[in-house]
Every structure is written in C-alpha cells, then in structure tokens.
C-alpha cells in the first residue's frame, strides 16, 4: 500500500475559478478543500488548497498549469 500524504498549499491562479481547480484535482486524492485566500490582487487569486494524496507530485503538476504554487506544506504520516 502506497503511504498518503497530506498536502497544504497556496495557489496563485491567473484567471481560473475554485470549482475548475476542484475538477482537475479531483482524481489525484481525497478530502480536497479549496478556500479563496483575499490575498489576490486583480486576475490572480490565491487559493489555499488541502488534499490527501498518493501523488503529490501529479497534483503539483497539475496545479502548475494553474499558476504559481507557494506556501507549501507536506505530512508523510497522513495526517496533521
């Protein structure tokens, strides 16, 4: 079994709204949350994400096509 882990990070998207980052993320892992962060300014928005996940690095790959990605924080043992 593949160890899962828990993924906290900020995204800044150029243009993109939470449900179409929810969409793209949704096959990579569970218990997503997507929260807006009133950290943006004009077409970016950042957006704070959590996931449990096999994968991190498809979800970075994935959220890279988004924007950038900082702030970022990892738990190996599945949980905070």
């Not at 995204?11 to 993320?25: D, T, W």
């Not at 949704?26 to 962060?37: K, Q, R, T, Y």
């Not at 950042?46 to 690095?57: L, V």
């Amino acid at each position: 079994m593949q160890e899962k882990y828990w993924l906290d990070f900020i995204l800044r998207a150029y243009g993109e709204s939470a449900q179409n980052i929810k969409s793209a993320l949704s096959e990579f892992g569970e218990h997503l949350e997507i929260a807006e962060d009133a950290e943006g300014q004009g077409q970016a928005r950042d957006y704070k994400i959590r996931i449990q996940t096999e994968e991190p690095t498809l979800v970075f790959d994935v959220c890279s096509q988004f924007g950038r990605i900082k702030s970022v924080k990892i738990n190996e043992d599945g949980g905070f």
